[in-house]
């Protein structure tokens, strides 16, 4: 016998929790297409030049490397942007610029595991290219807050910088030659605390410029003071504290504004970002870190094209968001086990199995259930109605349809509402029809 295990860091999914993950993922491709995204595919498999050196240091360590059978070097995507700008570079004289994508799919790292973090995760990506605007940038958090709010998660919050005014700032610190070691450095202090990040820093720059740098991350009480602190320490207003403005701006005159928060320590650990960045915390749960992070990426492109593609998206991690649904499900809840939601319902109806010289009968009737709109099995074996009914127990279904040789020859049903145990005897599958309708609330 094989040991039926799994590596770690890898798991399979079992039907609950795949079917709230694809809800999910419907849940976003809509949202996608309602801003005229439009899906790609990329392979999960690269030759190793194009994703080594294009993240950081650290991502090349977690990447699976290997040797094909035709003795190629290649490895497994650690994300789904490096790939996106190979496809960009491979294809852009076949596309339209601006390029608005999105890209749902599994990515490898190994690194170590912890709650809602694996080695094989899925990665749902939105990304405008061709164009480096406030307009666009503007666009991703709009998108991700509408991805947020179409899945019925309210309080959430957008913490957002931008690289350019923390690389202006260490300018005038003399240290940007170090920028990106100070970079990656901040992007963990939320793991480390203030006292590690500021000896990793002293490390980097002197104690002087790292004091200093702690003084530059911390976040004022409002956006407004925040941002003007940014501006003074970092040598006066820029371009890029003008673009943080006006996304300030633009989300105050649509309301959202709210939801916004300048963090001047979000750095985002990857190489490849240029200016502004994002991170989404839930407010019920921040100690799961982000669920939903990108920014803008000008320059990666041009490692495989001599063609100007600048890049602006965001990244959700979906087996996080899903740990930390699950959890606020569980904490929040007040629901019974009768109230399930129709997403998480594996089906409608039961036609219960009373003799199989029925299946025609019961065939038809679920055909008529499913073209109403109903999802609807036929319970494929004459075996107890013990079993029966606790088969329709563990998989939420709600409502059964039970006719024996009786029902048949009178073309009439027995209709059983399995949660509450009401029975109505005796009625046409039409009868039957509407009062699942009105039962379902649909």
């Known amino acids: 016998m094989i040991q039926p295990r799994v590596l770690k860091g890898f798991r399979d999914i079992l039907p609950d929790q795949e079917i709230l993950r694809r809800n999910?993922?419907?849940?976003?491709e809509d949202s996608c297409r309602s801003f005229g995204f439009v899906p790609i595919d990329t392979p999960v498999l690269e030759y190793s030049e194009v994703l080594l050196g294009k993240g950081s240091g650290e991502t090349d360590k977690q990447i699976y490397r290997f040797q094909d059978h035709g003795k190629r070097d290649v490895s497994m995507r650690f994300d789904l942007t490096v790939p996106f700008a190979r496809f960009m570079g491979a294809h852009v004289n076949e596309l339209y610029l601006p390029f608005k994508r999105y890209h749902f799919g599994k990515v490898f790292r190994g690194e170590n595991t912890q709650k809602g973090r694996y080695r094989e995760f899925m990665q749902c990506d939105f990304d405008i290219v061709g164009v480096d605007s406030p307009a666009a940038d503007f666009e991703i958090l709009q998108l991700m807050y509408a991805n947020f709010s179409d899945m019925g998660i309210r309080k959430v919050k957008f913490h957002i910088n931008h690289r350019g005014i923390f690389n202006q700032f260490l300018g005038t610190l003399g240290v940007g030659s170090k920028s990106e070691d100070v970079l990656r450095s901040v992007?963990?202090?939320?793991?480390?605390?203030?006292?590690?990040?500021?000896?990793?820093?002293?490390?980097?720059?002197?104690?002087?410029?790292?004091?200093?740098?702690?003084?530059?991350?911390?976040?004022e009480a409002g956006n407004a003071e925040t941002l003007d602190k940014m501006e003074r320490l970092a040598g006066g207003a820029s371009e890029h504290s003008r673009r943080l403005r006006e996304i300030l701006q633009l989300a105050d005159a649509i309301g959202m504004g709210d939801f916004f928060h300048i963090n001047p320590s979000i750095t985002r650990g990857l190489d490849y970002y240029t200016g502004i960045v994002y991170e989404t915390f839930l407010d019920e749960l921040p100690e799961i870190g982000s669920v939903c992070s990108g920014g803008r990426y000008n320059d990666l492109a041009s490692l495989y094209t001599k063609t100007e593609i600048q890049g602006v998206g965001s990244s959700i991690g979906l087996d996080r968001l899903m740990a930390a649904m699950e959890e606020l499900e569980r904490n929040n809840s007040q629901e019974s086990d009768d109230s399930t939601p129709s997403s998480l319902r594996f089906a409608d109806v039961l036609i219960?199995?009373?003799?199989?010289?029925?299946l025609g009968n019961y065939t038809r009737m679920a055909q008529k259930l499913r073209a109403s709109g109903l999802r609807t099995e036929?319970?494929?074996?004459?075996?107890?109605?013990?079993?029966?009914?606790?088969?329709?127990?563990?998989?939420?279904?709600?409502?059964?349809?039970?006719?024996?040789?009786?029902?048949?020859s009178s073309d009439t049903v027995n209709y059983k509402n399995l949660?509450?145990?009401?029975?109505?005897?005796?009625?046409?599958?039409?009868?039957?029809?509407?009062?699942a309708r009105k039962d379902l609330n649909i």
């Open 187 to 219: 992007d963990k202090l939320s793991k480390l605390g203030a006292e590690k990040t500021r000896e990793n820093l002293t490390e980097i720059t002197g104690a002087g410029p790292a004091a200093e740098i702690l003084d530059f991350i911390h976040s």
């Open 419 to 435: 949660l509450t145990r009401e029975s109505i005897e005796g009625i046409t599958l039409d009868r039957a029809l509407e009062q």
């Open 352 to 358: 219960f199995m009373m003799d199989e010289k029925y």
């Open 378 to 408: 036929i319970f494929p074996l004459n075996k107890k109605m013990g079993q029966q009914f606790s088969y329709a127990e563990k998989k939420r279904i709600p409502l059964g349809i039970i006719a024996g040789e009786a029902e048949i």
């Open 24 to 28: 999910i993922l419907r849940s976003i």
